[in-house]
């Protein structure tokens, strides 16, 4: 098979993880205002939906740790499901299907960023190429970014939900298609943890794993409840979607930004030290809708939230690597899973709870209180800069 260089790489990366998360993970939350519309979807029913997609994610994190294939053939099986489970959205409108649809995105989500992460960040590192991983995730938000611009266009052209459904499946097909060559052309060998049970880990070590996980855990919870219902909030605050469809655009594009120049930021700070700041900033963006109930309060959300939300998981995925080393992939997916259970409870929350405004706000100052504390306990216990 052909070589293919670090650039390409990167860029066959960027566009996994947009299909992956982007698509895979988060077209929902700017069509469940269109869903609404169009389906008379309630906001506790769609918070179902939504947890739905992260059992299914945790649930593929859970058995990503199990998977014996090559990461590149995992990473383009799910990818190709991604397609065909968004595009199965837009042709039913039984609800009991779209939990099954969207808990089954949500596992081949969880492959697509595990094994990615896993195949990418592994051949960066072998070619000394490690400050092009920002590349790769900032992926993440730009499949967010693409997606809330297409739902901005398909509600001007008066698409309805369903199409949208379809339009974004046959997006996610057509990235794949982009990705494929790179995946292809450049298998890595299979991380070691992937195919022979590891060692198990010192006591140390696991106490060294231990803060870490239940941080992601924290992150997790704090993060999916604006990550979640963001322009639904917008939406009660300005009808028109020319207005409050901006809301998941800007935080694709400060997800985006923000990733770029996460690689910068790792060679000046340690991984938890710039982990630790981001759960604070997102803290403030969590609680910001609370204070500043206006779409000023929803702009500086989705820019704290998704301006930190992807230099936290790349922060992670490095630390990943430097706890554990020898199987690296496996602690990715451990932190996956704990990251799954903290953000299947918020839409469940939401769903369970008494409908209404204060419910959300109640929920928004727990979810900020929580990544403030996790926030300074990383801080305590920043570790030196990795090489």
């Known amino acids: 098979m052909r070589q293919i260089s670090s650039v390409q790489v990167a860029l066959s990366g960027l566009l996994t993880l947009a299909v992956a998360m982007g698509i895979g993970r988060f077209a929902f939350t700017p069509l469940l205002p269109m869903m609404e519309k169009d389906t008379g979807l309630s906001l506790a029913r769609g918070g179902w939906l939504a947890a739905a997609n992260y059992l299914g994610y945790f649930l593929g994190a859970l058995s990503a740790i199990r998977l014996r294939f090559a990461p590149s053939r995992i990473v383009l099986v799910s990818l190709l ?3 065909g489970l968004t595009a199965a959205m837009g042709v ?8 099954v649809l969207r808990g089954l995105a949500g596992v081949a989500s969880a492959w697509a960023l595990i094994f990615a992460s896993a195949w990418g960040l592994q051949v960066l590192a072998a070619a000394g190429a490690s400050r092009l991983t920002g590349v790769m995730y900032a992926g993440v938000g730009f499949g967010i970014a693409l997606a809330g611009v297409l739902c901005l266009v398909f509600f001007g052209l008066a698409w309805s939900s369903a199409q949208v459904w379809i339009a ?7 990235l794949t298609f982009l990705a494929a060559p790179g995946l292809h052309a450049a298998p890595p060998p299979a991380p070691a943890g992937m195919h022979a049970p590891a060692a198990p880990p010192a006591p140390r070590a696991a106490h060294t794993a231990l803060r870490p996980v239940i941080a992601y855990s924290l992150f997790g919870f704090g993060y999916i409840l604006p990550a979640t219902f963001l322009p639904a909030m917008a939406k009660r605050l300005i009808a028109d979607p020319a207005l409050f469809g901006w809301a998941w655009p800007v935080f694709g594009l400060a997800a985006l930004g923000s990733t770029l120049i996460a ?12 982990w630790g700041t981001g759960h604070l900033v997102m803290g403030i963006g969590v609680i910001v809708p609370v204070i500043l109930p206006d779409m000023l309060g929803i702009v500086l959300s989705a820019i704290c939230v998704g301006g930190t939300f992807m230099v936290i998981t790349f922060a992670a995925m490095q630390e990943a690597r430097c706890v554990a080393p020898a199987h690296p992939a496996r602690l990715m997916a451990q932190l996956t899973a704990a990251f799954a ?4 409870l ?21 979810a900020a209180a929580l990544l403030m504390l996790s926030g300074i306990g990383l801080l305590r216990a920043r570790q030196p800069r990795a090489s």
Do not use: E, K, M, Y
């Not at 039913?92 to 939990?99: C, G, N, P, V």
């Not at 499946?169 to 057509?174: E, I, R």
């Not at 259970?341 to 299947?344: A, F, P, R, V, Y």
């Not at 839409?347 to 369970?352: D, E, G, K, R, Y």
């Open 81 to 83: 499901a991604i397609g």
């Open 263 to 274: 690689g910068r930021l790792l060679r000046r700070f340690s991984n938890r030290t710039l």
């Open 346 to 366: 918020g839409p469940l929350l939401v769903s369970l709870l008494p409908p209404g405004p204060h419910t959300l706000d109640a929920l928004l100052s727990v």
């Open 341 to 344: 259970i903290g953000q299947i």
């Open 92 to 99: 039913t409108d039984d609800q009991a299907a779209w939990l």
């Open 168 to 174: 974004l499946g046959t997006v996610a097909w057509l």
